[in-house]
């Protein structure tokens, strides 16, 4: 098909140096006159015939519409997008691509990483063992087209969400409807006089799927989100990438970093093999399905159902992209010792409650409302999201002491030896808790992967913090403590967090990598740690 393409490609250039295409709807209709002629009218005709402008000769240049199509149906690798915008008279600016005439290999995430200077791990940081579709990070575009960073993690942000959007839709039978009956419900939720963080529950219950709805349930990769939610997605991701801050550390590409280590954990949790296409079974217990089985058969190996809600993974990697949304690059206490307006809001979990705030509101927004049919159906479905956006982003606040308390409860509660294993609720109470320390854990996953990659987020973090100071935004010098400091946060939450992933028995291998990483980077950082901090604050200045 690449040579038929190929030799295609060629032919029509040299017919029409100058070539164009979109795609759409269009009007057709015989001129009559001295001369009959077939005609095509419409605004996808005009938007083709307005692209010529800015084409360029022996190459053919595509609308968004075009390329969406084109990526829909698995021939991603003919197009690249162009380095910046077009402005099309009557429709502004307008995102166009070029089509390639050579095959493009697929970027995977240890290329992108690679981009972003270790933003994660390298090859290694999946398994060898571990496929491109297992994984879900492969892409259809080059590394030499233009694109920028953030262009790029757009991107990769936009695949992995559209693949679990994918998981989301097949889980309702590919069904996407209008939810144009759900306004007065999206417009009223979150809105009721209290604050984010009072909407927290201990307890979020999962979606239940029998075995008939499971063996019925048709392939994920069988099932396009649409190219108009696609889109959406796109611009959505491209929005919530403008909103965040160019800080050193809680940037866009730390999201990223997070929704990377959510993938991953999530994959190791979630296996969908060619036999068992569209059914989630944990990693660990893969089992064959007979008609004797029932629900809690599904769920051995302790998935607590988090395996069979598409929706629940879905919003946790949501919930890793839009964490940080508008992080203002100091702690929270120092929100609070300023006064900021955010500060008055919400007085705990400043950063936290205002980034799931301005992310939902835009999400809420009528562009974006393909998106949100891909996402809920109901209002039960908009609940049950907002609910898990919401605990998964408080999860991310691991400084205030009266929340680490209450999650060190919760865990006694679930996990202990003394905890009761038939309480009402037990799976969805361990799925809830499971959910916000698998976000935890991927917001620090820095710690607890390679050292280099330990070593490039340290330093980001220390830049951040003693940016801070410099700025007058902090009482204490952290060079003087960062030290020992880092001893002390590997000690005592990074080592106790990586060894609860392994407590709650989900996560297969990935529980013990993450502890060996942990420890191996603490005992580097022992050695190594006094130099590296003298190293930062000499860049630091040498950059002033």
């Known amino acids: 098909m690449d040579e038929l393409f190929l030799c295609s490609y060629d032919s029509v250039l040299k017919q029409y140096p100058l070539s164009h295409i979109s795609s759409g709807q269009v009007t057709a209709g015989v001129l009559r006159g001295e001369r009959s002629r ?3 009218f419409g605004d996808t005709m005009n938007t083709a015939a307005r692209m010529e402008q800015t084409g360029e000769r022996h190459r053919v240049q595509l609308s968004q519409a075009s390329a ?12 690249m997008p162009r380095r910046s915008k077009i402005f099309v008279k009557g429709k502004g600016h307008m995102q166009t691509y070029w089509l390639r005439k050579t095959k493009a290999p697929k970027l995977k995430e240890s290329d992108v990483q690679g981009d972003m200077n270790t933003v994660a791990e390298t090859d290694d940081m999946y398994e060898e063992s571990d496929s491109e579709e297992e994984t879900g990070l492969a892409f259809d575009f080059d590394t030499d087209q233009g694109m920028t960073k953030i262009e790029r993690l757009v991107e990769w942000n936009a695949e992995v969400l559209g693949s679990l959007l994918q998981q989301v839709i097949a ?8 939810i144009d009956t759900l306004s007065r419900a999206e417009n009223n939720i979150g809105r009721d006089g209290g604050t984010v963080l009072d909407e927290f529950t201990p307890i979020i219950p999962l979606k239940r799927f029998g075995v008939g709805d499971l063996r019925e349930r048709r392939r994920p990769s069988s099932i396009g989100i649409g190219v108009e939610a696609k889109s959406q997605l796109r611009s959505y991701l491209s929005e919530i990438a403008g909103m965040y801050r160019e800080n050193p550390f809680h940037s866009f590409e730390h999201a990223s970093h997070v929704t990377a280590s959510v993938k991953k954990l999530l994959t190791r949790m979630v296996m969908v093999g060619e036999e068992n296409d569209g059914l989630a079974i944990n990693s660990e217990c893969k089992a064959d399905i007979n008609d004797d089985m029932d629900l809690n058969d599904l769920q051995i190996g302790h998935c607590f159902g988090i ?6 993974q879905f919003a946790v990697g949501f919930s890793a992209v839009i964490h940080d949304v508008d992080h203002p ?15 008055k809001i919400y007085r705990k979990s400043v950063a936290e409650q205002n980034s799931v705030e301005l992310a939902w509101d835009m999400l809420m927004s009528e562009e974006y409302s393909a998106l949100r049919a891909c996402i809920y159906q109901t209002e039960s479905e908009l609940r049950r999201f907002r609910q898990l956006v919401v605990n998964t982003v408080m999860a991310t606040d691991i400084v205030d002491k009266e929340l680490q308390t209450l999650r060190k409860n919760r865990w006694d509660a679930a996990f202990s030896s003394a905890a009761p294993r038939s309480a009402e609720n037990d799976d969805d109470r361990k799925a809830t808790i499971v959910i916000e320390h698998l976000i935890q854990a991927s917001d620090v996953s820095h710690t607890m992967q390679h050292w280099h990659i330990y070593k490039e987020w ?9 940016g801070a100071y410099k700025a007058g935004r902090a009482d204490s010098d952290p060079s003087v403590s960062w030290y020992e400091g880092e001893i002390g946060f590997f000690d005592f939450y990074v080592i106790p967090l990586a060894k609860k992933l392994d407590v709650c028995g989900v996560f297969g291998v990935s529980s013990d990598e993450y502890l060996n990483y942990a420890e191996a980077n603490r005992d580097e950082w022992v050695r190594e740690g006094k130099a590296l901090v003298k190293e930062y604050v000499t860049k630091y200045n040498s950059e002033q």
């Open 329 to 343: 690059g100091v702690p929270n206490a120092q929100l609070v010792k300023e006064k900021t307006r955010n500060a």
């Open 458 to 466: 340290n330093e980001r973090f220390f830049m951040e913090c003693y």
């Open 307 to 312: 395996t069979t809600d598409p929706l629940a």
């Open 171 to 178: 889980s309702r039978g590919g069904v996407v409807n209008d």
């Open 38 to 40: 077939f005609q095509l």
């Open 68 to 79: 969406d199509l084109l990526k829909e149906a698995g021939l991603g690798k003919w197009i």
